[in-house]
C-alpha cells in the first residue's frame, strides 16, 4: 500500500513489474477491493494498478469536489510511481475520472473500458440531496440503500455476505469525502464534449443497472468516436462485483486487442455491440484527441457572461428544478426581471469572491426572517443545505435573527425551516 499526501492517492500494484500498466478506477462508496475478483486475471498480462478515492478505504480524508481534480490527483499518484503510460478501467464516478482523461490527457491512455458510466450523472439536485443527507444523518442511510442501487435482488438476496460486505464498505467511507464526491458528480457534465474523445473505448453496462442503464451507455457509444457497447445480461451497477466472470473477460478481450500506440492514426469509428459475451473484433487505430486551442487573454467579462456564470451559480445553489420553474414562468412581462435577477443577483453578488457560499446563505436567511419573506426563505433553506449549512446551523441563525428581527418573525420562521428540513434530510425509503 503506497503512501500518500493531500494531492496523491492510495494505491497498489499487481502482477508483473515489466508489464503494461492497466489502471481499475472504483466507484463512489467503494475501494479497490470491487475490483478483487478480475485481479487474478489481469494480472497475466498486466501490471494492475488500483486505488482508492480520498476517504475510501482507509485513505486519507482529502476531499476532492470534481472530477478535474481527482484525475490530476491520479495522475500525480502515477507519475510518483513512475507510470506514462497505460490502460483505464474505471466504474462510474472512476468511468468519469476515465471519460476526463480521454477528453483532457489522451496522450496518456493507451485504451479505455467504462463501466456503467455516463457522460452525465442524473441531475445535480440528486447528487447535492445526498450530500444534504449525509451531512444531516451521517452515511448509514445511503450505506443500508447501496444494496438495492448496486446489486439486482435475486443476487443480494443469494449473496448475503457481498451484500454485508457492500454496506459496510460504504459505512465506513469519510462522510466529508463522500459529499465532496456527490458535488464532482453533481458539477459533471461533458455531453458536448464527447466527440473529442478518440480512445479506443469499451463501454459496459448491466442490463438491469437502474442508475446508469443501458440508455446512458448508448450515450457515450454514441459520442466517443471509437466505442463499442456491451450490455451483460442480469447484472446492475456494481457489475464487475456481480457479474465477474463476464467484466473479466470483456476487458481481457477489449485491452488485448485495442491497446493504441502512441501517435497511431487511423480512419473510422467502429459499430456498437449489441450483448455480451459476444467477442469484441480488434478495433482500428483512430487520431489522438484534438489539440487544445491556445488560452485565450483573460478579458472583463460581458453581460452574456455574467448570465451564463449566474446560471451555474443559481442551478447549484437553488437547484436545477427550482430555477427550470423560474425561468419557464417567465413572459413577456417578468422575463426581464429573471434576466435582471440572473446576471446581477448571482452572477455578480453570489460570485463574488469576499464571502463564502455558506455565509452568503446565512445573511439570505437572515434578511429574509427580517422581510418576511417566507416564500422565498424555504427555498434559501434549502439552499443553505445544499451550500453545506446543517440544521443545527440553521436553527442558530434563525436564533439569532429572533433578537434582531422579532420573534413573531422568527416563529413562522422555524415553522417554515422545519418543514423544509425534515424533507430535505428524510432518506428515501
Not at 234 to 263: M, N
Not at 264 to 283: E, F, K, R
Not at 349 to 378: F, Q, Y
Request: with cysteine; aromatic share 6%.
Amino acid at each position: 500500500m503506497s503512501e500518500t499526501s493531500p494531492n496523491t492517492l492510495q494505491y497498489r500494484f499487481d502482477g508483473p513489474e515489466d508489464a503494461p500498466v492497466l489502471i481499475l478506477g472504483p466507484s463512489l462508496g467503494t475501494t479497490w477491493h470491487m475490483w478483487d475478483r478480475q485481479v487474478p486475471e489481469l494480472i497475466k498480462q498486466w501490471r494492475v494498478f488500483r486505488f482508492d478515492l480520498p476517504g475510501h478505504g482507509g485513505a486519507p480524508a482529502h476531499p476532492a469536489g470534481s472530477v478535474t481534480e481527482l484525475t490530476s490527483r491520479l495522475l500525480a499518484t502515477l507519475d510518483s510511481a513512475g507510470v506514462q503510460r497505460f490502460g483505464y478501467a474505471g466504474c462510474a464516478l472512476g468511468g468519469a475520472i476515465g471519460i476526463e482523461l480521454a477528453l483532457r490527457h489522451p496522450e496518456r491512455l493507451a485504451s479505455l473500458a467504462l463501466v456503467a458510466a455516463s457522460p452525465r450523472f442524473g441531475t445535480a439536485d440528486e447528487f447535492r440531496q445526498r450530500g444534504v443527507i449525509v451531512r444531516t444523518n451521517g452515511l448509514d442511510p445511503i450505506a443500508r440503500t447501496s444494496p438495492d442501487r448496486w446489486f439486482t435482488g435475486g443476487f443480494a438476496a443469494a449473496q448475503p455476505a457481498i451484500t454485508e460486505w457492500a454496506v459496510q464498505m460504504v459505512r465506513t467511507t469519510d462522510p466529508g469525502c463522500y459529499i465532496a464526491a456527490c458535488e464532482a458528480l453533481a458539477a459533471f457534465d461533458v455531453r458536448p464534449e464527447l466527440g473529442r474523445a478518440g480512445v479506443p473505448t469499451l463501454v459496459l453496462v448491466g442490463s438491469d443497472d437502474q442508475v446508469t442503464g443501458p440508455a446512458e451507455a448508448r450515450t457515450l457509444v454514441a459520442g466517443i468516436r471509437d466505442a463499442r457497447l456491451a450490455v451483460v445480461p442480469g447484472a446492475s451497477h456494481l457489475v464487475p462485483v456481480e457479474q465477474p466472470a463476464a467484466v473479466t473477460d470483456l476487458l481481457v478481450h477489449h485491452f488485448g486487442t485495442a491497446w493504441q500506440q502512441p501517435y497511431d492514426t487511423g480512419q473510422t469509428a467502429l459499430p456498437s455491440l449489441a450483448a455480451v459475451p459476444v467477442p469484441v473484433a480488434p478495433p482500428q487505430a483512430v487520431p489522438l484527441a484534438e489539440i487544445a486551442p491556445a488560452a485565450v487573454p483573460a478579458q472583463a467579462p460581458g453581460p452574456s457572461d455574467r448570465y451564463e456564470t449566474g446560471l451555474k451559480i443559481r442551478r447549484e445553489v437553488l437547484g436545477d428544478a427550482h430555477v427550470d420553474r423560474a425561468l419557464a414562468g417567465a413572459d413577456e412581462f417578468s422575463g426581464d426581471f429573471q434576466d435582471f435577477l440572473t446576471r446581477y443577483a448571482w452572477g455578480e453578488i453570489w460570485d463574488r469572491p469576499g464571502l463564502d457560499r455558506r455565509t452568503r446563505s446565512c445573511i439570505t436567511l437572515t434578511a429574509l426572517v427580517a422581510g418576511g419573506h417566507l416564500e422565498e426563505l424555504a427555498f434559501h433553506v434549502r439552499a443553505a443545505l445544499r451550500n453545506g449549512l446543517t440544521p443545527d446551523e440553521i436553527k442558530e441563525v434563525l436564533l439569532q435573527a429572533a433578537v434582531y428581527c422579532g420573534v413573531p418573525a422568527a416563529n413562522s420562521a422555524f415553522r417554515v425551516a422545519r418543514e423544509v428540513i425534515q424533507e430535505e434530510t428524510t432518506p428515501a425509503e
